[in-house]
């Protein structure tokens, strides 16, 4: 298998939240994989042309693009490895974690850490990023959007309080052991962690001894 992910200019930092997703859910399954890291200005040219996101995964034949059909892809075509929705169910309550971490975190930590991510891109990358993300928040600067981050990180950390409430009762959000939906959510908090100095949570908060259960399938690292 061969996974597209998306890095700085040190191919090594590789930081997408959506391919950190499918990282977790290889090595959950494990699944062995080659990485290809890919900086954003080279997404089109990936297997030929017609790409326009990482993650990519190619496995034989077959080419599966967007972190969320990767996942059902792994999931129908390696039954026996350990699961990553549990059932039908487990798959829809897969869905309704995605649009929470989607819609309601990654917009929190573009105000958080979108300079960052700007400061550890190629020069290429710098150009495009600046240029896209300058259009989409129509004219801020991305100085001015990460400026005064401290102030909004408490908002940030009270975001996760049902996981914290969750994880009173089990010690990961799939139970016992971790689901799709983990990696999902540790996919997203890996993506600041790897751009930026930022401390999200302070010492002792159980989100992060849950991060660190998570990690630890992927041999601890983030
Ligand atoms: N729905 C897609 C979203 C993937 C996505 O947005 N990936 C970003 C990297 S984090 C990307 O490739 N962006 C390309 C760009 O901004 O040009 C998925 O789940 O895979």
């Known amino acids: 298998m061969q996974l597209y992910e998306l890095c700085g200019e040190d191919r090594e ?3 997408s939240p959506y391919t950190w997703r499918i990282r977790l859910a290889l090595a959950h399954k494990g699944l062995a994989f080659e990485t290809c890291p890919t ?4 997404i089109p040219a990936i297997l030929g042309g017609g790409q326009t996101s990482v993650p990519v995964l190619v ?3 077959a080419i599966v693009r967007d972190s969320f059909a990767i996942a059902e892809y792994l999931e129908e075509t390696y039954p026996d490895r350990p ?3 549990g059932g039908d169910g487990g798959r829809r309550l897969s869905r309704f974690v995605e649009s929470w971490v989607t819609g309601t975190l990654h917009p929190q930590i573009v105000g958080l850490v979108v300079a960052d991510i700007h400061a550890i891109l190629s020069e290429a990358d710098k150009t495009y990023f600046r240029q896209s993300r300058e259009g989409w928040f129509k004219g801020v600067t ?3 959007k990460q ?3 401290e102030e909004r990180l408490p908002a940030f950390q009270a975001s996760l309080d049902p996981l914290r409430a969750h994880l009173k009762r089990a010690a990961f959000m799939g139970g016992e052991a971790p689901l799709f939906a983990d990696f ?3 996919g997203t908090l890996t993506w600041p962690m790897k751009v930026s100095d930022l401390e999200l949570f302070e010492p002792g908060d159980p989100v992060l ?3 660190r259960r998570v990690m630890a399938i992927n041999g601890g690292r983030p």
């Open 13 to 15: 930092r590789r930081f």
């Open 147 to 149: 400026a005064g981050r």
């Open 39 to 42: 900086r954003f200005t080279e």
């Open 59 to 61: 496995d034989g034949e």
């Open 83 to 85: 699961a990553l929705f």
């Open 142 to 144: 991305l100085e001015e």
């Open 209 to 211: 001894d849950w991060y």
């Open 184 to 186: 999902i959510l540790a």
